[in-house]
Nanobody, 119 residues
């Protein structure tokens, strides 16, 4: 089992920045990919970005390219999401997730952290 705990959410004005963290514990050696997802009000959960845990390859949704940056610190078993130039439409609950296979669905999820961007 892998446990994930997000932190760093909050209220920020449009154009501002926030950094989210996701601390992993448990069988972290089994993690292959980690990612960030979000669920905006009235919308389904959507992919934001992901990172290969060993190689560091990253992927981004078009809506956040150039504004968000995913990174990880393997020594601390922690993943980060630096969010810059935030927009009102970035308001959502942000979830971190981990999977133990190169492809397919994510196996483990955090509890989510609220990000609210005021316009």
């Amino acid at each position: 089992q892998v446990q994930l705990v997000e932190s760093g959410g909050g209220l920020v004005q449009a154009g501002g920045s926030l950094r989210l963290s996701c601390a992993a514990s448990g069988r972290t050696f089994s993690i292959v990919y980690m990612g960030w997802f979000r669920q905006r009000p009235g919308k389904e959960r959507e992919f934001v970005t992901s990172i290969n845990w060993s190689g560091g390859n990253t992927y981004y949704a078009d809506s956040v390219k150039g504004r968000f940056t995913i990174s990880r610190d393997n020594a601390k078993n922690t993943m980060y999401l630096q969010m810059n130039s935030l927009k009102a439409e970035d308001t959502a609950v942000y979830y971190c997730a981990a999977r133990v296979s190169p492809m397919g669905r994510y196996d483990y999820w955090g509890q989510g952290t609220q990000v609210t961007v005021s316009s």
